[in-house]
């Protein structure tokens, strides 16, 4: 079954330093997300981007953060400059979009960044 | 975005049949209900979707009454494999709605025993 990935799997950065999160999401799929999910509270989500723009983004996505589609297969997350509150889970997700169908969102397996 | 209300925990034993039940009194004529399943350290699965009266699927069962105002989630005899937080979205599931960002809840965290 395909599946989204994501890499990589823990990583831990000093505090000012940027950080680039990787994803592939699901080759078929033409909607993609990244959330982020603090230790112990909800998933909230951060950015959604179609067609190579962003479509939707939250608060919480700020000047400091950045997505890129580079290349056909990957789907990237910068943070410019960490700051300690940015440690989370960062999860990407994938949607097929086709007609007909409802908002089943693919979920990456997530990224967990330490700011130290 | 309609507001939705569920339990925060449940408990369960190994071989139940596991209901949860998510309120949602504002849900719009096109919201769909969808439910997802997140384990520890890692991203949320999605379970199963409905508009209304019962969905089916490998994993779960979903029941929505005719007003809509409610759905259940119903997991026939969870295993231990089933602890996990499960939360229950509204939103538009078509179109370009359809796309838009999940909202999640807090979920409902169901602790299966032995």
């Known amino acids: 079954e395909p599946e989204v990935t994501q890499t990589p799997s823990h990583q831990v950065t000093q505090m000012g330093q940027e950080v680039i999160l990787r994803c592939v999401p699901i080759?078929?799929?033409?909607?993609f997300y990244w959330y982020r999910q603090i230790l112990g509270q909800k998933v909230e989500f951060l950015v959604s981007f179609y067609n190579n723009e962003i479509s939707e983004k939250s608060e919480i996505f700020d000047d400091q953060f950045s997505v890129e589609r580079p290349d056909g297969s990957n789907f990237t997350l910068k943070i410019r400059s960490t700051k300690l509150e940015d440690s989370a889970m960062y999860f990407c997700a994938s949607l097929e979009a086709r007609t007909g169908l409802g908002n089943e969102q693919f979920f990456g397996p997530g990224t967990r960044l330490t700011v130290l | 975005l309609a507001k939705t209300t569920q339990p925060i925990s449940m408990d369960s034993y190994e071989g139940q049949e596991v209901n949860i039940t998510c309120s949602h009194n504002n849900i719009a004529t096109n919201d769909y209900i969808t439910w997802y399943q997140q384990f520890p350290s890692q991203g949320p699965r999605f379970i199963i979707q409905g508009y209304k009266t019962k969905v089916t699927n490998e994993v779960a069962s979903l029941f929505i009454p005719a007003d809509r105002k409610s759905s259940t989630l119903s997991l026939p005899r969870v295993s231990l494999s089933d602890t996990a937080v499960y939360y229950c979205?509204?939103?538009?599931?078509?179109?370009?709605?359809?796309?838009?960002?999940?909202?999640f809840g807090s979920g409902t965290r169901l602790q299966v025993q032995p």
């Open positions: 080759s078929n799929h033409l909607y």
């Open positions: 979205l509204v939103g538009g599931a078509l179109g370009d709605t359809g796309r838009r960002a999940l909202t």
